[in-house]
Nanobody, 121 residues
Framework: QVRLVESGGGLVQPGGSLRLSCAASGSIFRINTMGWYRQAPGKERELVASILNRGDTVYAESVKGRFTISRDTDKNTVFLQMDSLKPDDTAVYYC???????????????WGQGTQVTVSS
């Protein structure tokens, strides 16, 4: 069984910073892409940033230059450093990982439980 556990959300003022963490545990053979999605009230879930196991990154246009995704491959952990936060960044942030549980199974997506990020003065 695979689990993704997020931490680091909270309330921050506009212009502030937060760092999210997500640790994957359980019966993991290989993790391919890890990433962060977010969902604001009344909106679709959207990709924020993702990172491949070789380090290539992808960012949503709205967060480029403000957010940085990184990964500790040895600890199966992904981080999202969020700087210059704006009220529009308010959402529930979800960790996602493409994980294979054995050498003969294809990777499939796993999700964390979500962590609330609120940007407000």
């Amino acid at each position: 069984q695979v689990r993704l556990v997020e931490s680091g959300g909270g309330l921050v003022q506009p212009g502030g910073s937060l760092r999210l963490s997500c640790a994957a545990s359980g019966s993991i053979f290989r993790i391919n892409t890890m990433g962060w999605y977010r969902q604001a009230p009344g909106k679709e879930r959207e990709l924020v940033a993702s990172i491949l196991n070789r380090g290539d990154t992808v960012y949503a246009e709205s967060v480029k230059g403000r957010f940085t995704i990184s990964r500790d491959t040895d600890k199966n952990t992904v981080f999202l450093q969020m700087d210059s936060l704006k009220p529009d960044d308010t959402a529930v942030y979800y960790c996602n990982a493409q994980i294979s549980v054995s050498t003969w199974t294809l990777p499939k997506p796993y999700w964390g439980q979500g962590t609330q990020v609120t940007v407000s003065s």
